[in-house]
């Protein structure tokens, strides 16, 4: 699966599955950081094996198989740039915070509206201006079912 591993408004940064990274540029100075998070890992050639042969409980056990595709790096990037402008037509005075760096955390629901945002460290005047200018921002709604998984919960890194 391809993900965003951050993003500076001047350039955002992206890792496929292979480990390889991509970058992609921009004019800005805000900075994403996705949070992702594997809880764990099903080994995709596995199945379940009833322990009986009959056909009622080898019925039961079906493999799941997901009919969404998971997001692509190109899919990514578009919305955290999408992300990236939105956010940033809400900030302000951003000159006077120059050299000055804030982390923020934000859950997001499937519509684009921020559920929560929470301050994790960083110069605590540019936190409340970033705070409000993103309490402010209706985030676009994700393309997709995969991309609302990459950014349901992210990082924001803003250094300026």
């Not at 940064?13 to 990274?21: I, P, Q, R, T």
């Not at 596995?46 to 019925?59: F, I, N, Q, R």
């Not at 578009?78 to 859950?107: H, M, R």
């Not at 970033?130 to 921002?137: E, G």
Request: glycine residues 6%; hydrophobic residues 40%; aromatic residues 8%.
């Amino acid at each position: 699966m391809d993900y965003i591993t951050s993003m500076i408004f001047s350039e955002a940064w992206f890792m496929d599955s292979s480990g390889v990274k991509y970058k992609a540029g921009g004019q800005l100075l805000l900075s994403v950081i996705i949070a992702l998070s594997m809880t764990g890992c099903v080994k995709a050639d596995s199945v379940v094996k009833p322990v009986t042969p009959s056909g009622k409980v080898a019925d039961m056990f079906v493999t799941h198989k997901s009919t969404t595709s998971p997001a692509t790096g190109e899919e990514i990037r578009k919305y955290a740039l999408q992300i990236k402008y939105a956010i940033e037509s809400n900030f302000y005075d951003i000159d006077q915070y120059t050299g000055k760096q804030c982390v923020l955390s934000i859950q997001m629901a499937p519509d684009g509206v921020i559920l929560s945002i929470k301050s994790d460290g960083g110069d605590p005047a540019l936190c409340r201006a970033a705070m409000k200018a993103a309490k402010k921002t209706k985030l676009p709604s994700p393309p997709s079912p995969a991309i609302y998984d990459v950014f349901k919960k992210a990082v924001l890194d803003f250094q300026l």
